[in-house]
């Protein structure tokens, strides 16, 4: 039996140009996903990221805007240094690489992030949970998932 | 197009392009080349068996591609004349059509271009328009989205000779759309791509929504406008029709389209100005109304005509309100939208016009062309002498000019227009312009700075447009110094430098060189070698350390008769700026470095005699006001 | 000068700016608004089209009190949209300049530096977009005559880059997430139970 990943999802606010994408990220997210919604994908801290790992997350999933086209300028700039370098870091300690993933969208991009979603938990899923640095977990009584 | 090729007087050549146009106005030499169509006129029917012989199926133009046409194909079923005709470029030489022709032995694979020397007496360019393509405006997705269609798309879809026999349905799934938006200025008005309006569009649309609904009534049809215009008799109650029959008109640009990547469906977003916010709206197909834009030859065929081009790249009349259907060049005249975007109404009346000021040449022995032609002095003109130049051929915006080497050069009288372009660029003053020779010229200058030179603003003006400038100022009362004394030559490209020298070297305060913007030049681009020499001289006079404001460039049109005065009271001021004596001190340093810049003047026929004679009238007159 | 302009009216001013220059030839087809994300996401009275109207009309109070004027955060997708190439962000930023000039406070809450862990590293004046952080000499209760980060008002957009660059957490928006309840409510979440497919 497997079990639904459980995954974050950081939203940069301005990044779903349509409304009807953002109404569904809003109020129709499936429960397996936790939504951070951000002022721009810059405002980020890493330690968020590192938090969502130790807590156990499954799979951390990043939106935000293409370079060109960002809210704030530069913001998904310094973004993707910053998370990008921190993912790397992640990777280095045990947290794959398959697991944190960036969705840049352009401002045409409709019913993408949906499709995104899926196909991330998809992958996921097939990766299993991730144990290796859930340190903050706490422990199910009975000991650890057989 | 069936009743002109019925005509025994008229000739459709279709198929053949102009190569190479020569002569002048009733006396043209066009080379036309014959492309081979591969199917012999005089022998084809049209009974269009080869088109069902041929096995190769290539994208149909005519239907912008959303049709398949064969190898052997007429363009479309109204073709004039109706010849079919192969195209090599999709051909695969298996010679059905041959065997399907049969007895009457039509097709013809040696057939080649054929090159035809014809003499004309006058030309009417009808060479129309062709559309903008969205594609690079990202935002519509135009080419991404499958259910985005062009103006012309939708025509043939919605034709019952279309492709689809008027069936108007989507392209991504084959349904018939019922919510249809169409949005109108899409590449025109627009600084990014063309800056100009299309005219028509709007009726176009409107035209296009009414003609949808009437088709299908329960179509939601919604226009999506910056402005409405419909200004020619009937158009406002055309667009009341569309109004009443429910067609919903939205104003405001759109900014993004999105699709559905499931459905197909596509999201509007746009500003509602009357109501202040951002709507979105969903619609099962959009129509992108495109600029209409020049054909994409027309450089081409420009030089081809020597007639120039307006900014956007349609062709350029010879004069935007009084003479629209005739070119700069005299015998070439324009119809349509060539010239221009125009509706069907103002193409035909200009295509009338252009006929019969056509027939006008046709039906003349001789023509009558302005008097303020060049003249070349073979003597002096250093080509006869074997010398390389040809500066005056370089700079006649006409082509006016024949330069051989080791011939003098020879100007075709018919085809000059007198700006004096040549006269002014010909190092060796060889040419001459009539009615403004350069004694004349010299002897008007000589005269306007006579008293007390050194407090006047000499100002070179262009006849049509800073003339009109100093003109308007003066009907409409603008006031300006009244030191200003106003020279006219025909054009910016006549003022040559060595009148410039002559007016400094006479003591001038200040002087102005002023013509058209370079857009409405009435010589083509007789401005833009006015302006080159203008920039040329404001450096010589910078190096000279000519007083900063005694020598100005500017180009004033007709319209700006407050410029004019603006300018001229501007200049007073900076002159006012100089202390007299260093003005005088400095019109002194100057005027032997100005005399021997013109030295070739003295030997220019007339010149001399001119000098004396202005000389002792202006004495005479000066005398006469001193009361001795 | 032709003596026609008043060069004291809001228009010729905003004008005069650099930035500001194309003012006059907008011709309100709502592409800039219709672009901007603003008003659907943020701000319903969000119009960069009426500003520029304001702003033509000579409307000082109006466009002042705009919330436009301050909330603009010059993406410039409206810049590459508009069909009249008018640098909008521009103009909003010369009415903003002007509205400074009278006096006026942006209405909105911007990021703040804690003068007493920072220690200008400078990492938050690098990222800022807006050239609003800068590093200053200043006198500072318990620590005396240092150089700390400070940060101008009315350039802040409080897009937040800083507080998740600074590595002392000395500097946040006035309306921020509390971090700790951020993560606390993060990790929470984490512990529920796992749905099993």
């Known amino acids: 039996m497997s079990e639904t990943p459980k995954l974050v999802l950081f939203q940069c606010q301005w990044c779903l140009f349509s409304s009807a994408d953002q109404e569904w990220v809003d109020n129709q997210l499936p429960a397996n996903i936790h939504l951070i919604k951000v002022p721009c994908t810059g405002r980020i801290n890493p330690l968020y990221l590192l938090n969502a790992v130790q807590g156990g997350a499954d799979g951390i999933m990043i939106s935000g805007c293409l370079p060109e086209q960002c809210h704030f300028k530069t913001g998904n700039i310094g973004a993707r240094r910053q998370l990008e370098e921190f993912s790397d870091y992640l990777n280095y300690i045990g947290y794959e690489q398959e697991r944190v993933r960036f969705l840049w969208l352009d401002l045409q991009d409709r019913g993408i992030i949906q499709k995104e979603l899926a196909a991330f938990e998809a992958q996921l899923e097939a990766l299993g949970p991730a144990h290796n640095l859930a340190t903050r977990l706490a422990e199910p009584a009975g000991g650890a998932n057989a | 197009m069936v009743d002109a090729a019925r005509q025994p007087l008229i000739e459709v050549k279709t198929f053949t392009e102009v190569e190479k146009v020569e002569g002048y106005v009733g006396n043209f030499v066009v080379t036309l080349r014959e492309k081979a169509k591969y199917v012999r006129a005089d022998r084809c029917n049209g009974c269009g068996a080869c088109t069902k012989a041929c096995p190769v199926e290539v994208p149909n133009d005519f239907e912008l591609g959303l049709a398949p046409r064969k190898a052997a194909y007429i363009p479309m079923s109204q073709a004039v004349p109706l010849i079919y005709n192969i195209d090599m470029d999709a051909c695969i030489h298996c010679y059905k059509c041959v065997e399907a022709c049969g007895a009457l032995e039509a097709i013809d694979f040696s057939m080649e271009d054929k090159l035809v020397e014809q003499e004309i007496g006058a030309i009417v360019v009808a060479t129309g328009f062709s559309h903008f393509d969205p594609t690079p405006m990202t935002e519509y997705g135009y080419g991404r989205f499958p259910n985005v269609i062009t103006a012309m798309e939708m025509e043939r879809l919605n034709n019952s000779a279309g492709p689809t026999q008027g069936a108007l349905i989507r392209p991504s799934d084959g349904k018939r759309p019922k919510n249809i938006a169409i949005i109108n200025c899409v590449g025109s008005r627009d600084k990014r791509f063309n800056i100009g309006c299309s005219n028509f569009c709007c009726m176009y649309a409107i035209k296009n929504a009414l003609l949808l609904k009437q088709m299908h009534p329960d179509a939601e049809l919604s226009i999506y406008y910056i402005d409405i215009r419909t200004p020619s008799k009937g158009y406002e109650e055309f667009y009341d029709r569309a109004r009443e029959s429910g067609i919903r008109f939205i104003q405001g640009r759109p900014s993004e389209i999105t699709e559905d990547p499931d459905t197909h469906q596509l999201f509007i977003a746009s500003e509602d100005i009357t109501l202040g916010k951002v709507i979105e709206r969903e619609y099962d197909m959009v129509m992108l109304n495109q600029a209409a834009i020049p054909q994409p030859d027309q450089n081409h065929m420009s030089s081809v005509l020597n007639v120039a081009q307006s900014p956007g790249g349609w062709f350029m009349e010879y004069h935007p309100k009084l003479r629209p259907m005739d070119s700069p060049t005299d015998g070439i005249f324009f119809a349509g939208a060539c010239q221009g975007p125009k509706d069907i109404p103002a193409s035909v009346a200009q295509g009338s016009a252009a006929a019969s000021r056509a027939s006008r040449i046709l039906h003349s022995d001789s023509w009558q062309i302005e008097p303020t032609v060049a003249v070349v002095w073979p003597d002096r003109c250093v080509s006869a002498d074997g010398q390389a130049c040809g500066i005056c051929s370089r700079a006649c915006p006409y082509g006016a000019i024949d330069y051989t080497k080791g011939l003098a050069a020879e100007v075709i009288t018919a085809k000059c227009h007198g700006c004096g372009a040549c006269v002014a660029e010909c190092p060796h003053n060889a040419i001459t312009q009539l009615h403004y020779t350069d004694a004349q010229v010299l002897a008007q200058i000589r005269t306007l700075l006579a008293i007390e030179p050194e407090k006047k603003i000499l100002a070179f003006r262009c006849q049509w447009c800073s003339y009109g400038g100093a003109d308007l100022a003066g009907t409409s009362h603008f006031e300006y110094s009244a030191n200003e004394r106003g020279l006219r030559v025909m054009c910016s490209a006549r003022m040559d430098a060595d009148l410039i020298y002559e007016a400094y070297r006479l003591g001038a305060g200040a002087i102005l060189y002023s013509g058209c913007h370079p857009q409405d030049c009435h010589y083509i681009t007789g401005q833009i070698s006015g302006a080159k020499r203008a920039a040329r001289l404001e450096k010589i006079f910078e190096r000279m350390q000519v007083s900063p404001g005694r020598f100005r460039t500017e180009w004033i049109s007709a319209a700006e008769g407050d410029k004019y005065a603006r300018v001229i009271n501007e200049m007073q001021a900076s002159l006012d700026a100089i202390p007299e004596d260093v003005l005088k001190a400095e019109i002194e340093r100057l005027r032997p470095e100005m005399s021997k810049r013109l030295t070739k003047m003295g030997e220019v026929p007339g010149v001399t005699q001119a000098m004396a004679q202005v000389d002792f009238i202006v004495d005479e007159m000066i005398g006469k006001e001193k009361g001795t | ?192 139970e796992r749905v099993s497919s």
């Open chain 3, 1 to 192: 000068m032709s003596g026609f302009t008043d060069s004291s009216t809001l228009s010729e001013r905003v004008k005069a700016i650099p930035g500001g220059e194309m003012l006059m030839m907008c011709y309100s087809c709502g592409t800039c608004t219709s672009k901007c994300m603003i008003q659907t996401k943020l701000e319903g009275s969000y119009n960069p089209r009426r500003l520029i109207r304001e702003a033509v009309f000579n409307m000082d109070d109006d466009a002042f009190a705009d919330k436009t004027t301050w909330l603009c955060t010059a993406c410039d997708l409206c810049y590459t949209a508009c069909p009249q190439k008018i640098h909008i962000s521009g103009v909003i930023n010369a009415v903003k300049a002007l509205a400074v000039e009278s006096g006026k406070k942006t209405p909105y809450q911007v990021a703040k530096v804690d003068e007493s862990t920072c220690v200008a590293c400078g990492l938050c004046e690098k990222i800022c977009p807006y050239e609003a952080i800068s590093l200053v000499e200043k006198r500072v209760a318990f620590r005396g005559t240092i150089t700390v980060a400070s940060v101008d008002a009315n350039k802040c957009m409080a897009c937040g880059l800083c507080t998740a660059a600074c590595r002392s957490t000395s500097i946040r928006l006035a309306e921020d997430y509390n971090d700790a309840e951020l993560i606390d409510s993060l990790l929470s979440w984490l512990e529920t």
